[in-house]
Nanobody, 124 residues
Protein backbone atom coordinates (compact mmCIF):
# COMPACT_ATOMS: atom_id res chain seq x y z
CA UNK A 1 0.00 0.00 0.00
CA UNK A 2 1.04 3.58 -0.56
CA UNK A 3 2.66 5.32 2.38
CA UNK A 4 3.52 9.02 2.50
CA UNK A 5 5.32 10.48 5.51
CA UNK A 6 5.86 14.23 5.76
CA UNK A 7 8.45 15.98 7.89
CA UNK A 8 10.14 19.36 8.15
CA UNK A 9 7.35 21.54 9.41
CA UNK A 10 7.90 23.98 12.24
CA UNK A 11 7.68 27.58 13.37
CA UNK A 12 9.45 30.37 11.55
CA UNK A 13 9.29 34.14 11.41
CA UNK A 14 7.96 35.90 8.35
CA UNK A 15 10.65 36.02 5.68
CA UNK A 16 12.17 32.77 6.84
CA UNK A 17 12.49 29.42 5.10
CA UNK A 18 11.54 25.81 5.67
CA UNK A 19 12.00 22.65 3.63
CA UNK A 20 9.33 19.99 3.82
CA UNK A 21 10.03 16.38 2.91
CA UNK A 22 7.70 13.55 2.01
CA UNK A 23 9.05 10.00 1.99
CA UNK A 24 6.96 7.90 -0.39
CA UNK A 25 6.71 4.15 -0.71
CA UNK A 26 4.44 1.48 -2.12
CA UNK A 27 3.21 3.28 -5.22
CA UNK A 28 3.31 1.52 -8.56
CA UNK A 29 2.12 4.21 -10.96
CA UNK A 30 4.11 4.44 -14.18
CA UNK A 31 2.70 7.94 -14.68
CA UNK A 32 1.93 9.97 -11.61
CA UNK A 33 1.54 13.35 -10.07
CA UNK A 34 2.81 14.22 -6.60
CA UNK A 35 1.70 17.36 -4.89
CA UNK A 36 1.80 19.51 -1.80
CA UNK A 37 -1.47 20.83 -0.42
CA UNK A 38 -2.18 22.99 2.59
CA UNK A 39 -5.13 23.62 4.80
CA UNK A 40 -5.50 26.44 7.27
CA UNK A 41 -8.16 26.38 10.02
CA UNK A 42 -11.58 27.17 8.60
CA UNK A 43 -10.37 27.03 5.02
CA UNK A 44 -10.52 24.45 2.27
CA UNK A 45 -7.52 22.36 1.37
CA UNK A 46 -5.71 23.98 -1.54
CA UNK A 47 -3.05 22.89 -3.98
CA UNK A 48 0.33 24.53 -3.45
CA UNK A 49 2.61 22.77 -5.95
CA UNK A 50 2.62 19.65 -8.09
CA UNK A 51 5.25 17.67 -9.98
CA UNK A 52 4.90 14.80 -12.40
CA UNK A 53 7.19 11.85 -12.95
CA UNK A 54 9.00 13.75 -15.70
CA UNK A 55 9.74 16.65 -13.37
CA UNK A 56 7.28 19.15 -14.79
CA UNK A 57 6.12 21.49 -12.05
CA UNK A 58 2.97 23.49 -11.37
CA UNK A 59 2.51 26.16 -8.72
CA UNK A 60 -0.31 28.11 -7.15
CA UNK A 61 -0.03 31.80 -8.01
CA UNK A 62 0.31 32.64 -4.32
CA UNK A 63 3.61 30.74 -4.00
CA UNK A 64 5.24 31.24 -7.39
CA UNK A 65 8.77 32.55 -7.04
CA UNK A 66 8.91 31.62 -3.34
CA UNK A 67 8.31 27.86 -3.20
CA UNK A 68 10.07 25.13 -5.15
CA UNK A 69 8.84 21.57 -5.47
CA UNK A 70 11.33 18.83 -6.33
CA UNK A 71 11.80 15.12 -5.99
CA UNK A 72 14.68 12.73 -5.51
CA UNK A 73 13.77 9.57 -7.37
CA UNK A 74 16.62 7.59 -5.82
CA UNK A 75 15.30 8.37 -2.34
CA UNK A 76 11.60 8.30 -3.30
CA UNK A 77 11.28 11.63 -1.56
CA UNK A 78 9.32 14.74 -2.45
CA UNK A 79 10.44 18.15 -1.23
CA UNK A 80 8.97 21.61 -0.88
CA UNK A 81 11.45 24.41 -0.35
CA UNK A 82 9.59 27.39 1.06
CA UNK A 83 11.32 30.77 1.09
CA UNK A 84 10.13 34.25 2.01
CA UNK A 85 7.39 32.75 4.13
CA UNK A 86 4.39 34.90 4.97
CA UNK A 87 1.89 34.57 7.83
CA UNK A 88 -0.72 33.54 5.26
CA UNK A 89 1.41 30.49 4.41
CA UNK A 90 0.74 29.05 7.86
CA UNK A 91 -1.22 25.80 7.56
CA UNK A 92 -1.04 22.06 7.80
CA UNK A 93 0.85 20.86 4.75
CA UNK A 94 0.10 17.51 3.16
CA UNK A 95 1.75 15.56 0.38
CA UNK A 96 -0.31 13.45 -1.97
CA UNK A 97 0.09 11.20 -4.99
CA UNK A 98 -2.23 10.21 -7.78
CA UNK A 99 -1.91 8.33 -11.05
CA UNK A 100 -2.11 10.27 -14.29
CA UNK A 101 -1.25 13.72 -15.58
CA UNK A 102 -0.55 16.62 -13.23
CA UNK A 103 -2.14 19.28 -15.40
CA UNK A 104 -5.47 17.50 -14.92
CA UNK A 105 -5.10 17.26 -11.14
CA UNK A 106 -5.90 20.51 -9.41
CA UNK A 107 -8.25 19.39 -6.66
CA UNK A 108 -7.67 17.28 -3.54
CA UNK A 109 -10.19 14.76 -4.85
CA UNK A 110 -7.88 14.04 -7.79
CA UNK A 111 -5.33 12.45 -5.46
CA UNK A 112 -5.86 9.04 -3.94
CA UNK A 113 -3.21 8.80 -1.26
CA UNK A 114 -2.21 11.30 1.42
CA UNK A 115 0.28 11.76 4.18
CA UNK A 116 -0.63 12.69 7.73
CA UNK A 117 0.49 16.31 7.37
CA UNK A 118 3.12 18.55 8.90
CA UNK A 119 2.35 21.89 10.56
CA UNK A 120 3.87 25.14 9.37
CA UNK A 121 3.54 28.21 11.57
CA UNK A 122 4.68 31.65 10.42
CA UNK A 123 4.80 34.53 12.86
CA UNK A 124 4.75 38.15 11.79
Amino acid sequence: QVQLVESGGGSVQAGGSLRLSCAASGYTYSSYCMGWFRQAPGKEREAVARINNWGTTFYADSVKGRFTISKDNAKNTLYLQMNSLKPEDAAMYYCAIGGGQCYMKTNPGDFGDWGQGTQVTVSS
